[in-house]
């Protein structure tokens, strides 16, 4: 369901890119929620970079947003960047749902717009990439959903920035 017909407003779930550029001016948070864990990016001030921040391991969701919002507040967060897990061929499970599900709780916590972004293949590149890196299979298991949000994090940059 892509909400973009409707313009954008603080507080709302849009998969529209531009609508979300023009009302989330700031740094951005980039989420890779998992059923565990929600890995967590920070762009830079000037949004060109991605680097990641945290992982929170799921408990409640109050729990989980409470620490979100928190991250929000230190970091003087604009919009969020909530990565939404489609299948290959474009369509939408059971993990999408929920992903959509978390940005409408969000929604009702916080008027912080977020974009929802197509993750296609970013735990499998986060993934690869530790491997390329030597790192153990211990280590991965710590840093990649963090490194996950990275890359979708960078990704819509990129794409907000029109440098892909």
């Known amino acids: 369901m892509n909400q973009s017909a409707a313009p954008a407003i ?3 779930t849009t998969e529209d890119q531009h609508e979300f550029h023009a009302i989330a001016a700031g740094r ?9 864990t929600l890995g967590l990016a920070l762009s830079d001030v000037r949004r060109t970079i991605a680097s990641p921040l945290e992982t929170i391991r799921r408990t409640k969701f109050t729990a989980d947003a409470v ?3 928190a991250l ?3 970091h003087s967060v604009a919009g969020l960047v909530l990565g939404l897990p489609r299948n290959m061929d474009g369509t939408e499970g059971p ?3 929920a992903t959509r599900a978390l940005a ?5 916590m916080s008027p912080l717009p977020i974009l929802l972004w197509d993750e ?3 735990t499998a590149e986060a993934q690869r990439m530790l491997i390329d890196a030597d790192q153990t299979r ?13 890359i979708i994090l960078q990704s819509a940059l990129d794409r907000l920035n029109n440098k892909d």
Do not use: H, S, Y
């Open 10 to 12: 603080p507080g709302r």
């Open 28 to 36: 951005l948070i980039g989420i890779d929620a998992g059923t565990k």
């Open 67 to 69: 620490r979100l919002f």
């Open 72 to 74: 929000v507040t230190e």
């Open 95 to 97: 993990r999408a749902q």
């Open 104 to 108: 409408r709780n969000l929604n009702k």
């Open 120 to 122: 296609r293949l970013t």
């Open 138 to 150: 211990k280590r991965r298991a710590e840093v990649i959903d963090k490194l996950a949000a990275t």
